[in-house]
């Protein structure tokens, strides 16, 4: 059985969050601005996706962001 188009939808919402709030926590602990900032963008760019996520599933005929713009924010180790 297929998930719906709604669960991924948030499925994805809750990744981006999580990687969003993983972000900020390690902009926090940041020894550097410069890693410091670093990190505040990557936090913005899954917060951006997030939105996405929020609009296109309040959107019925919207396309979901595609995993191509998830890989294109830094990846977090």
Known sequence: MSQSL??????????????????RKSAAKAES???RNYFIEVAREWERL?????GASSEPNAA????????R???LH
Not at 50 to 54: C, M
């Open 6 to 23: 709604t669960d991924l939808a948030w499925e994805q919402l809750a990744k981006y969050e999580q990687m969003a709030a993983h972000a």
């Open 33 to 35: 601005p410069e890693e």
């Open 50 to 54: 997030a939105a996405k996520v929020k």
């Open 64 to 71: 979901l962001p595609s995993r191509v713009n998830a890989e």
């Open 73 to 75: 924010a830094a990846p």
